[in-house]
């Protein structure tokens, strides 16, 4: 008999899993939550990180290794998943005795809870943007905890037969108000790993897509016959607002890499990565992760690990220009990454450092991702990694308005949304096309 802790990334929460070799499989929740970026199977529990402090670490690491004890020493070869609840339940809360009452006929393994359904749902339907709908789980995790917690509900869960309009139009305000609670209650939300430095604003575009996603797992539902509550498909998930792909001409974009810094490693640095960036339209996610290997007869080879996600191994090849060769010769040294580590919070900072110092200050209209309204700001005080990848698309686009052609360079889809942010380069090429009429 092997008891060991798990994760479940749909919903963060820590379950105690007992097998044995006759094949015996049972998991439990110990409603247990921690963000699955800090989860360490090895430990198990928080890896030893600065980001999350030293009392939380210690605390939930050393209640988990004593349940884990605790379950060792009571359970049996015959032990059920109603039994092994019972067991948790009765660490958890000593004043309680459930394991005589237990069931021991039902040996389901995980059990038909909402979140239950939700880790079926990805393992079964094979969705391409797990990880999206994972984050969707973790809110709304997030938000039963709320409701029983902090507005007095104790008894509240979530449950897939009764998950209708009125559930789904909550969470989609949740998703816009979390920040806001958070501000006020950093306590509670620490619990689930969240804090200053990984918690941020949500748009009403993060609120449409979250809908979506549950939408998609709700739909799922009904056609297992787990529900029949189809009331949450009434309810509006479409109306995202985008503002126009804002991004370096070719001139400024030269302009930065002209730049001198002096002894400023780091910017220096920056410069030459935010470029070489402007030069391949690589994320940033992937930039961190080329190596030399994925130099190829002086291409550039890789595959998108966004797309990786979603199931797509389609290779990316971009040819190097003169520039970017000359960027990486720099950092030879740096093998076999193709440059000198540093975290992405610094990267989009320095960013920021480099085109002002450069004199990129020119007015772009970005739109307010929480008030939806346009605004005026310069470009090196919105520019981040992605800036960099936008200059890429933007100025290969208007070059060659070939969709086809350019993903193929970028990793997106043929028809991706993402082309229909350039739509002013559409204008800028029109007006010239019509002053061809009066030369």
Known sequence: MKVIAVLRKSNSLVYIRVRDGRG?????????????????????????????????????????????AYVEANVDKDVTCPVLTAIIDDFLHPDRKSKENAKTEDTTPWGSGF???????????????ASGIRAVFRRLERLEAWKREMEGDTDFRYEVSSFGAEQLEEYMRYVTEEYDLYVKHPDFFAKFGLYHSTMRPSSKNSSFSGGLRLKAFLNWCVKKGYSDDVSFRQVQTHGHVYGDAYYLTIEERNQVYQ???????????VRDMFVFQCLVGCRMGD?????????????????????????NTELVRVPLSDTAKEILARYSHVSPRLFPAICEAQYNMYIKFVLDFAGIHRMVTVLNPLTRQP?????????????????????LYAKVKDQALVSSLTGHSPQSRAFQRYRTIDDTMKRELIGMLEE
């Open 24 to 68: 015996k499989d049972i998991k439990v929740s110990t409603s247990m939550y921690i963000d699955p970026i800090y989860w360490d199977s090895k430990i198990p529990g928080y890896k030893n990180t600065k980001k999350v402090p030293k009392e939380v670490r210690e605390k939930f690491n050393n209640t988990l290794k004593e349940i884990i």
């Open 115 to 129: 979140f239950d359904r939700a880790e079926q749902y990805l393992t079964e339907y094979k969705t391409k943007n």
């Open 259 to 269: 730049c001198q810094y002096g002894r400023s490693y780091h910017a220096s640095l």
């Open 287 to 311: 930039l961190f992760n080329l190596t030399r290997s994925n130099i190829i007869d002086g291409w550039l080879e890789y595959i998108p690990g966004k797309n990786l996600n979603n199931g």
């Open 375 to 395: 605004e005026q700001r310069m470009l090196c005080d919105v520019a981040t990694s992605h800036t960099a990848r936008k200059t890429f698309i933007g100025n």
